[in-house]
């Protein structure tokens, strides 16, 4: 005898909205599914180009594999006295933004059922490069303010649009203190 | 009849030297030369899929472009419902704060007159998916805590490593709050 269990899945805007459910429900019963870890290497190349890779992680109560690693490189403009081989690094902190702040609006508007359109952002942040080079000790050295606009097509309104952004995981990372603990080892 | 100027420049570390002492000469005397704004503008694709791109900046009073555009891929890998065709945003944040540092070592040695033989790091950061889920007002939504490990290999010593670390943009834009505005438009 066959038996047939046949399991209705809902997709929106791309999102398999049953899996979150079934996701949410998970970390509910067994909150230790929820703790992350997220990894990342570099290796220095030369001047200011670094080269970071991204491969695996830890979630689930588990260790985990990307399906193929990651390899991001970095460098500054020629103003910046870089090969302009990649993306700066502060440039890169607008990209993470930018990726988080769009999935979070993915994830929760999928999971109230709201579609999706279009979803388009602009994001401008201003760094004093005087702290940096350490020619002003009251200007801080990292971004001073970042301003992001947001434009989005489909069922959310503005408010709600509002409301789900700010539950972004690199939003709280930036606009609250992370704390950062660097270990340095000569060979 | 011709002159010729020879101009002698130093360059350490893939760092031309000579420039990055006029730089900081000519910001001294024109310090708004200092202010940089980084953009980035972002369109998402579908479900947690989203498409960053660079292109251009402001900085020594001027609007400027890099070489090419940067176009940056993020999602999530399957366990989080994504479909793994980018660097997750949580490991974007983690890709600039490596480049970040291992540039700010590879500037201010350079500046110092030390060189540098070889820099790789290790980073991984904790985030707890309870905070992003609604699951449990207590737990933060980004990062609680990011480690970060240093192997140094040329003429600094590791509390000299350390003390350079620690004039990171990225690593100040993280460890301490940075007002964020966002704007929001239903088009």
């Known amino acids: 005898m066959t038996t047939t269990t046949e399991i209705q899945e809902t997709v929106l805007n791309g999102v398999n909205v049953t899996r979150l459910g079934q996701t949410i429900e998970a970390i509910r019963q067994q909150p230790e599914l929820a703790n992350f870890k997220f990894r990342a290497r570099n290796r220095w190349d030369l001047g200011i180009h670094t080269v970071a890779t991204i ?40 990209a993470a933004l930018s990726a988080c702040l ?14 999706i359109e279009d979803i388009q952002s602009n994001y401008e942040g201003d760094i004093d490069l005087r702290g940096f080079l350490d020619l002003d000790p009251r200007v801080r050295n990292g971004y001073r303010e970042i301003r992001v606009k947001f434009k989005v097509k489909g069922d959310l309104d503005a408010a709600t649009v509002s409301e789900l952004l700010s539950k972004s995981p690199v939003f709280d990372t930036l606009a609250n203190p992370v704390k950062i603990k660097i270990e340095v080892e000569k060979v």
């Open 55 to 94: 491969s695996d992680f830890y979630g689930t109560c588990q260790e985990m594999q990307h399906k193929a690693p990651f390899v991001l490189d970095s460098d500054e403009p020629p103003v910046l006295l870089g090969g302009d081989t990649g993306a700066g690094a502060a440039e890169y902190v607008l």
């Open 102 to 115: 769009t999935g979070t609006l993915a994830y929760h508007a999928s999971a109230r059922g709201l579609k």
